[in-house]
């Protein structure tokens, strides 16, 4: 599914459904070990003990390229709740801003998949950490479809506490901090606006 989504003559109908279903496989990585709790459910012959994975689950996709991964993310775990948080980088300061926040008020009381699938320089991935991190979230899983070794390297750098799962670790980001091989743009990919 990433070899297809990293070729160029792939249709935006097509790079969406790939990205979809590559985030709900990357959301049941990330949650392997998450908290869960005893259970029992009723089958048409008798009850038996299950596990549950111990709620709320936050999803929270870095706009507007993170939608991409999240829609699938939220597929597999419908109960989950969705946050939001919009960067662009600063074309003088080359630094992230935030210009668009939407949290649930308790997101600090169970996992955030922090979702973009590019992780890059890492400077929109650390700026969205910050901000989960003043909300009082403490397990907070970073989900990007391929990474770039500097964008891992930061990320760490700011906070080693938080695991990443990607799909690829790529070779390298360029002189103008595009991942190589990579795949481009994302959201313009995502939605047809390259």
């Known amino acids: ?19 979809h279903r590559i985030g709900a496989m990357l959301a049941y990585e990330a949650l392997r070990d998450a908290p869960q709790h005893d259970g029992a459910v009723v089958t048409p012959l008798e009850s038996m003990p299950v596990k549950r994975l111990t709620l709320p689950i936050t999803i929270v996709p870095i706009l507007r390229a993170g939608l991409g991964l999240a829609q699938g993310m939220f597929d597999l775990l419908p109960e989950a709740r969705m946050g939001h948080i919009g960067l662009f980088r600063n074309e003088q300061t080359l630094m992230p801003v935030t210009y668009y926040e939407n949290l649930p008020r308790s997101i600090a009381a169970g996992p955030v998949l922090l979702v973009d699938p590019m992780l890059a320089t890492g400077g929109s991935a650390c700026e969205a950490l910050r901000r989960l991190r003043v909300h009082g979230c ?33 070779r390298e980001l360029n002189e103008h901090g595009y991942i190589l091989p990579g795949l481009g743009d994302a959201g313009d990919r995502l939605y047809g606006t390259g």
């Open 138 to 170: 403490k397990d907070v899983r970073f989900i990007c479809l391929v990474a770039a070794p500097e964008g891992v390297a930061k990320l760490h750098e700011y906070d080693a506490a938080v695991p990443i799962y990607t799909a690829a670790l790529d």
């Open 1 to 19: 599914m990433l070899a297809e989504a990293r070729a160029v003559d792939t249709p935006a109908a097509s790079f969406r459904s790939l990205l």
